[in-house]
C-alpha cells in the first residue's frame, strides 16, 4: 500500500504565507511526479503545481510567481510554499505522487486526503 500524508494547512489571513507538506510511504520503487491539485467549494479540483523527476515545475497561472513547489527524493516529500495568499486560494489542497511500487508495475497514481487552506480578507 501508498499513503501520503498533507500536513501545514490552516488559516491565514490575506497576504499570508503557508508551507504544505506531503509525505509519501509504503510499498514504493520510484515517484516519477509529485503535485498538488485544490477544489474550493463547488468547483473542479484544479492542477496547482507539479514537479517531475529532475525537479522540472509546472504552475497553474493563477499561482505563478507567488508559490513555489519543491520535492526532496531522499523523503520521498513534497512541498509547497505558498505566499501572498489571496481569498481565492481557499480551498482543500490535495497532495499527489505518479509512482511505481515495483520495478515492472505501471505508474498509478495516489492521491492524500487533502488539508484545508483558508484565506480570510
Known amino acids: 500500500q501508498v499513503q501520503l500524508v498533507e500536513s501545514g494547512g490552516g488559516l491565514v489571513q490575506a497576504g499570508g504565507s503557508l508551507r504544505l507538506s506531503c509525505a509519501a510511504s509504503g510499498t514504493i520503487f520510484s515517484i516519477n511526479a509529485m503535485g498538488w491539485h485544490r477544489q474550493a467549494p463547488g468547483k473542479q479540483r484544479e492542477l496547482v503545481a507539479s514537479?517531475?523527476?529532475?525537479?522540472?515545475?509546472n504552475y497553474a497561472d493563477s499561482v505563478k510567481g507567488r508559490f513555489t513547489i519543491s520535492r526532496d527524493n531522499a523523503k520521498n516529500t513534497v512541498y509547497l510554499q505558498m505566499n501572498s495568499l489571496k481569498p481565492e486560494d481557499t480551498a482543500v489542497y490535495y497532495c499527489n505522487a505518479d509512482l511505481r511500487r515495483y520495478a515492472h508495475d505501471y505508474i498509478g497514481r495516489y492521491w492524500g486526503e487533502g488539508t484545508p487552506v483558508t484565506v480570510s480578507s
Open positions: 514537479v517531475i523527476s529532475g525537479d522540472s515545475t
